[in-house]
């Protein structure tokens, strides 16, 4: 079942185009990675469905309801914005319990429940009485976390849910995400590859405020990752290089890269280039320590899609 | 709605907006009855008085008493009710918890409509405390007076601040900084300050609501300023209408 339908979404400010002709879709049930660079449009996004700002043109759906300003998509909605703020004066409990509870119309018993559960979940429950005025900017996020979750919500929109946390925060916070999967349908936009090639099922990637590949994430990596071949001799790091430099003309290398005694060879495809790379690697006189083929990585499509400088790489 | 109201009234308790405001017309309203009763043994007192200033400053009366009680609380109320809702939209769209809140199933016109309420209730309890203040101070300096009178002193004060209260509200619902909300404030007062003076006009203006609430305190007969009444009953909805109006074409 679809959870989140955007179609030809395009947003302006002023002669700036920020989304331009953005489609897809989410599915229940799973982790949706929205990956791009910065100003990619994907916090302008994530606060279209939210009904916080509105599209120029095409139109996007939550559950069904188009979203906007009064939608009642926002009923089955959790959005933690990318850097969440609240009333400084209010402690975590009363903003949980009290506030965000009471905005949804939850029970005072069930407000009660699912703020003792959530600061549990998110670790906060030790600071659960203090004002959020002291808070730090991870507490804050898994503070934000905490009420995007208040209702259990089916769809659940992330803005960089990890960028403030420390390593073990974060590793809490993406084995929480994970665990959503069967609940809600959970739309993620990060920076971080790692973590998206770790827990989402399938991956956007937006460039320019256009969608240039989505699909499930292995194919994905199958589709784009170019292969490469990493090579590391025993031998003097000049003399090395000087081979490398050798491979260059050779058919079906695209690129060299040297680190001390390894190389890094990206081929063209999978046409049988490695074997004559590994021929010339056994024939260089110099003693092959490792030869491995790369693992593919969602960085290698990541960049090749989206380039350094932003450009799109068919 | 009942929530978004116990967050306003909570953050004007914790923010001390309403402590400031219950300070400030407490201190005005005992303030009042005492320069009327004093002003002249005060000045007298004073070395180097011009003789004869005595026989130009009113003489210490009920009806002064109650004038520059009014006096007070109108104009420390006009500033008070134009400065506390000033930053409570702008400030909210600016540091992101409108957006928070505003991402939740809740209506824009509700978001507004709970500050109004708690404005209501601040300067509410504000004018109780002014009004209260210099009334047990008129009477114990100069005569006790129907209280009744001062109900509608109290309701005519009240209408007044409520009135600028909610044009500070649209000013910070329409503009982006909380400077330019009050540019916005002040200059719309200024302008009603000045229509004021034209009296087809003037009568339309919430402006004559102290005053009338200021001659029944004092037990004299005078006419209900029916036009300013309806004028600000119908502005004050008129002015929350027009600020949800704008905020709900905003983005957050």
Known sequence: MTAIRVEGLRKEFHRIVALDGLSFEVASGTVFGFLGPNGAGKTTTLRILAGLARPSAGQAWVEGHPVGPESPSRQALGYLPEEPRFYPWMTATEFLRDYIAGLFGLPASKARQRTTELLELVGLKDVARRRVAGFSRGMRQRLGLAQALMNEPRVLLLDEPVSALDPAGRRDMLLLIEALRSKAAVLMSTHILDDVERICDRVGIVNHGRMVAVEERQALLDRYATPWLEIEFRSEAAKVKAWAETLRPVAGVADVSTREAQVRVRLEGTDGSDQQVLGLAVASGMSVESFQHARPTLEDVFLRLVGTGGEVRP | ?252
Not at chain 2, 2 to 29: D, F, I, P
Not at chain 2, 104 to 119: D, E
Not at chain 2, 154 to 180: I, P, V
């Open chain 2, 1 to 252: 709605m009942k929530v978004l109201l116990w967050k306003e009234l909570l953050e004007q308790w914790r923010s001390y907006r309403l402590l400031a405001v219950a300070a400030v017309l407490g201190v005005m309203g005992i303030l009042g009855p005492l320069t009327a009763r004093y002003m002249n043994e005060l000045m007298a007192s004073i070395p180097g008085t011009p003789e004869g200033l005595e026989a130009v400053l009113p003489e210490p009366t009920v009806d002064l008493a109650v004038a520059e009680l009014t006096d007070n609380l109108a104009q420390f109320g006009l500033i008070l009710a134009l400065l506390i809702p000033m930053a409570s939209v702008v400030g909210e769209k600016h540091s992101g918890t409108a957006g928070l809140t505003l991402s939740k199933p809740v209506s824009r016109f509700a978001f507004l409509l709970a500050k109004l309420l708690a404005l209501l209730v601040t300067f509410a309890i504000g004018v109780g405390i002014g009004l209260g203040a210099g009334y047990t101070y008129t009477g114990m300096l100069f005569a006790w007076l129907p209280p009744g009178g001062f109900l509608v002193l109290g309701c005519g004060l009240l209408l007044y601040l409520l009135f600028y209260g909610s044009l500070s509200l649209l000013a910070s619902t329409l503009m982006r900084s909380q400077l330019a909300a009050a540019g916005m404030a002040f200059g719309l007062t200024l302008v009603l300050g000045l229509l004021g003076t034209i009296p087809v006009v003037g009568t339309y203006l919430p402006a004559g609501l102290p005053g009338w609430g200021r001659a029944a305190a004092t037990g004299l007969a005078v006419e209900t300023p029916w036009k300013a009444l309806v004028a600000a009953l119908v502005l004050i909805p008129g002015l929350l209408l027009a600020g949800w109006g704008a905020l709900r074409r905003q983005e957050l």
